[in-house]
Structures are given as C-alpha cells and as structure tokens.
C-alpha cells in the first residue's frame, strides 16, 4: 500500500515539473495595456463616444439623431482587430467624427454631416472588407 502512495507522488511530482518547465519554455503570450487588439478596442470606444455626444448636440433633427443612433449601435459592435490597415481606417472613422461633431454644433440641419455620414459609412465598410 505504501508503494501506490509513493508511485502516485512521484506522478504528481512529475506532472508539476512537467507543466512547470513547459510553462518556462513556452510563455502563453499576455495582452499588455499597449497591444494592438486594446488600441482597437480603444478607438472602437472613442468612436461611440463621440457619436453619443453628437447625439446630444442634435436638438430638432430627428432624422440626423436617429441616423446616429444607428451608426452608433454599427460601431459599438465592430471587432477590434490586429491590423495595421485597420489602424488607418479607424484614424479615418475618428477624424471624420470629430469634422462632424464640430459640423453639427455649428448647423445640424447641414448637408455637410450627411456627405460625412455617408463617409463613415464608407469606412466602416472598408473596415469590415478588411477584417
């Protein structure tokens, strides 16, 4: 009986080496503060942000607040990606947002935001092309 009870510690034993060296010989690979995949999710963020504050600057269109609303809900569920193409996209999605977002507190009846609107369209789906 004390044989069984010394083969199953030394299995034990083994086992934790086993996995012990394996873990030193090859690290899984965390995701750090600054990888790519939480820069995306970042944009991705900024990019909501600002469409909800754009939301909140429109007062008497509700076709422009309703067409926000929507683009909104299609950017919030975008897949941040580990992409340098994509990167440049979402550079593009946010700079757009920030002319529009200066657009509308200026005149929300513009046609200006609609041409931008139809932009970020556009890049939201050069980006889902891409990914």
Same mark, same amino acid.
Request: charged share 35%.
């Given at each position: 009986?004390?044989?069984?009870?010394?083969?199953?510690?030394?299995?034990?034993?083994?086992?934790?080496?086993?996995?012990?060296?394996?873990?030193l010989?090859?690290?899984?690979?965390?995701m +750090?503060?600054?990888?790519?995949?939480v820069?995306?999710?970042r944009?991705?963020e900024?990019?909501?942000?600002?469409?909800?504050?754009?939301?909140?600057?429109?007062? +008497?269109?509700?076709?422009?607040?309703?067409?926000?609303?929507?683009?909104k809900?299609?950017?919030?569920f975008?897949?941040?990606?580990?992409?340098?193409?994509?990167?440049?996209?979402?550079?593009?999605?946010?700079?757009?947002?920030?002319?529009?977002?200066?657009?509308?507190?200026k005149?929300?009846?513009?046609?200006?935001?609609?041409?931008?609107?139809e932009?970020?369209?556009?890049?939201?789906?050069?980006?889902?092309?891409e990914?």
């Open positions: 009986m004390l044989y069984v009870y010394i083969a199953i510690a030394v299995i034990i034993i083994g086992l934790a080496i086993f996995f012990l060296v394996r873990e010989k090859y690290p899984k690979k965390k +750090t503060e600054g990888g790519d995949v820069e995306s999710k944009r991705i900024k990019a909501v942000q600002n469409l909800e504050s754009m939301t909140e600057l429109v007062k +008497t269109n509700e076709k422009l607040k309703n067409k926000l609303t929507s683009l809900e299609i950017v919030r975008l897949n941040p990606v580990k992409n340098e193409k994509i990167k440049v996209i979402d550079e593009k999605i946010l700079a757009r947002l920030d002319d529009m977002k200066i657009e509308i507190s005149d929300e009846n513009s046609e200006t935001i609609w041409r931008m609107i932009e970020v369209e556009g890049y939201i789906a050069q980006r889902t092309k990914a």
